[in-house]
């Protein structure tokens, strides 16, 4: 059975820092892409950054470069996004997914397998 496990949101104040992990569990690092999305209330699904397998290649969102960075620990079958520099328009629910290819993948649709998300509320 495949499962992604979102853990480390919470409350946090505008300026502050969080880490985001997901853990994977049923598929591979070395043949899927993770990637995190986020979701605000009112607001269609965001790519934020996404990684593929084994690490080989990155890509980050406009909107969080410079603030947010993605990484994995293949050893421990799980992803980071380290989140730096948090402003209250960063607030969501926040996602991993795994997607059945080898690269980065941007599309929302092109993911397989979801968590449950993980809630991130930054405070001005």
């Known amino acids: 059975e495949v499962q992604l496990v979102e853990s480390g949101g919470g409350l946090v104040q505008a300026g502050g820092s969080l880490r985001l992990s997901c853990t994977v569990s049923g598929f591979s690092f070395d043949d899927y892409a993770i990637g995190w999305f986020r979701q605000a209330p009112g607001k269609e699904r965001e790519g934020v950054s996404c990684?593929?397998?084994?690490?080989?290649?990155?890509h980050v969102a406009d909107s969080v470069k410079g603030r947010f960075t993605i990484s994995s620990d293949n050893a421990k079958n799980t992803v980071y996004l380290q989140m730096n520099s948090l402003k209250p328009e960063d607030t969501a629910v926040y996602y991993c997914a795994g997607a059945s290819v080898p690269y980065t993948v941007v599309r929302a649709a092109s993911y397989d397998y979801w968590g449950q998300g993980t809630q991130v509320t930054v405070s001005s």
């Open positions: 990684i593929g397998s084994r690490g080989a290649s990155t």
